[in-house]
Each structure stands twice: as C-alpha cells, then as structure tokens.
C-alpha cells in the first residue's frame, strides 16, 4: 500500500514539473528547393538579380508559429536566422544560386519602375511578408497542423521598366499521429518552395 502511494506521489510529482517546466522554443531552419527548372530565368533577371531588404507585415513578428500539446506548456516556433524577412532572404538566394543565378543584395528599393535606374543591377526582387505562421493542436491521438504563408513578391526588370507583382497565398491543414519540430519545418518549406516555384513559373 506505501509502495502504491509512493508511485502516485512521483507521478503527480513528474506531470507537476513538466507542466511547471518552461516553454520550449524551436528554431526552424527555412529552406527554398527549386522543385523545377527555369531555363529562362537568367535571361529574365539578367547577369545580376538584386535581393532588396524583405518587409515584415505581420503583428507577431517574434515567431513563426506554436504548438499546443494535450497537456502542459505551448512550444514555440522562430525562424533561423533570426528575423524571419532575413531568413526568407538567405533562403531564396540560396535557392537561386542553385538554379544558376547571381544574387547580390542591393540597400534599398521602392518597388517602383522609376527607382530602377538607382539600381546598380539588372533586376531587382522583394518580398512583403503578410502571413507566416502554423498553428498545432494535441489531441489524444491525432495532432491538427494548420499552415498559412501569403507573400507579396515584387520584381522589377530594368530593361523592360516594369515591376511584376503577386500577391501568393497557401493555407494548409494536415492531421498526423504526432508534431514534430521537423515535421513543422517541412510543411513550412512545402510551402515555401511552392509559391516560390509558382512564381517564377509565370515569369515569361
């Protein structure tokens, strides 16, 4: 019976310190991978594409989404690098440094035809960042993932004297047996690498 009563109190004592335990956070490393080939692109950007700063819209800028288990505290989501409009830079100049394309970073643009000629490359690309977050909710056998990025991507192209802009959108929802910080990280870079290759698959 004393052994019995023991058992309980370290169990009530366990759940009591991993509730009392602080919350986690997860740095999630953003990954653009070009799911395509562009043959045109170069021809489109040029011999040099200008990466101008990225604009963060968003009201919680301090994370990139949460999770809520069944039981305990919420685990937190940041991008890395930190912030999150400098790892969606390193990210797409990584990625199109795969494809072939020069990428330099360029101080500053309006996103205006006119400020163009300012600009000391062929092209110029940046993104507003509207939303970018996912949300998970623990249940007692399943895990609910929802995902949300909407991205403004303006490109200017000197020679024409024109800016292209989209405005792309990807809400997703999945159900799993159990959130993961990689499983997070992958469905986030999903989507990533999806508006993106959509992007400039309508570029002509």
């Known amino acids: 019976m004393k052994f019995r009563v023991h058992s309980l109190l370290v169990l009530f004592l366990i759940i009591f310190v991993i509730d009392c335990a602080e919350a986690q956070i997860y740095s999630l490393p953003l990954r653009y991978q070009p799911m395509k080939t562009f043959s045109s692109l170069q021809q489109k950007f040029g011999s040099r594409l200008g990466i101008a700063p990225f604009k963060d819209d968003r ?3 301090s994370y990139i989404g949460i999770h809520f288990p069944l039981q305990g505290l919420a685990t937190h989501f940041e991008s890395f690098p930190m912030p999150l409009e400098r790892a969606l830079q390193k990210s797409l100049g990584d990625g199109l440094s795969q494809l072939g394309v020069k990428v330099v970073s360029v101080s500053d643009w309006d996103g205006t035809p006119e400020d163009l000629k300012y600009i000391d490359t062929d092209s110029v690309l940046t993104i507003e960042i509207k939303k970018f977050w996912t949300e998970g909710t623990g249940g007692l056998f399943r895990t609910n993932i929802k995902t949300a990025v909407q991205l403004v991507i303006h490109l200017g192209v000197k020679s024409e004297g024109k800016v292209v802009t989209r405005d792309a959108a990807v809400e997703k929802e999945i159900t799993v047996l159990r959130s993961t910080p990689e499983r997070v990280q992958g469905i986030i870079n999903e989507i990533l ?12």
């Open 193 to 204: 690498s999806d508006i993106l290759d959509t992007f400039f698959s309508s570029l002509h």
């Open 59 to 61: 009201q919680e800028k």
